[in-house]
């Protein structure tokens, strides 16, 4: 019984030193209307080979009208969630990381769909995702800033190396 314990120990001590040794990257965005994101995530030495999904803004996305013309019975509206503000994109190099922070916009077709009347055209939102800066930081080298961007957001990070 004392040996299962000290493995246990031995073993849960090993993973957090683990732990402890990955990357990590904080990050918070703030708009000009004061709607925050914030994020950290934990930098994995395999996932520094490989590029990552972007992460969009932690707030609810918004419900869009879309219509398609060729239902069962004529034309069927539904509708799309789709995600505005801003939002990050981690691209790992080969001794750097880049940190494109990205904006979420929607071109919303819904007073194309509300005035459609006899005539059905299949119409849809469309989302868009802008580049609006993209930072690169040393693999190797911790980094705190604060930038202020073009489009008037606020962008503070803390890369922290294993």
């Given at each position: 019984?004392m040996e299962f ?41 395999a996932s520094l ?92 080298k911790e980094t ?19």
């Open positions: 019984m314990r000290k493995l246990l120990l031995m073993s849960s001590l090993f993973m957090s030193s683990q732990v402890l040794a990955q990357a990590t990257l904080q990050i918070k965005i703030e708009t000009p209307e004061g709607s925050q994101f914030h994020t950290q995530q934990i930098l994995e030495e080979k490989s590029q990552s999904k972007s992460i969009s803004a932690q707030t609810p996305p918004a419900e869009y009208q879309a219509i398609r013309c060729d239902g069962p019975w004529g034309a069927v509206k539904y509708t799309i969630s789709l995600s505005s503000g801003p939002g990050i994109k981690i691209l790992y190099g080969e001794n750097a990381l880049y940190l494109q922070v990205l904006e979420y916009s929607v071109d919303s077709k819904d007073r194309s769909i509300e005035s459609m009347g006899i005539q059905c055209i299949d119409t849809q939102p469309t989302q868009i995702i802008n580049a609006i800066t993209e930072i690169e930081l040393t693999i190797d705190i800033e604060k930038v202020e961007l073009n489009n008037g957001y606020t962008l503070e990070y803390h890369y922290k190396p294993s």
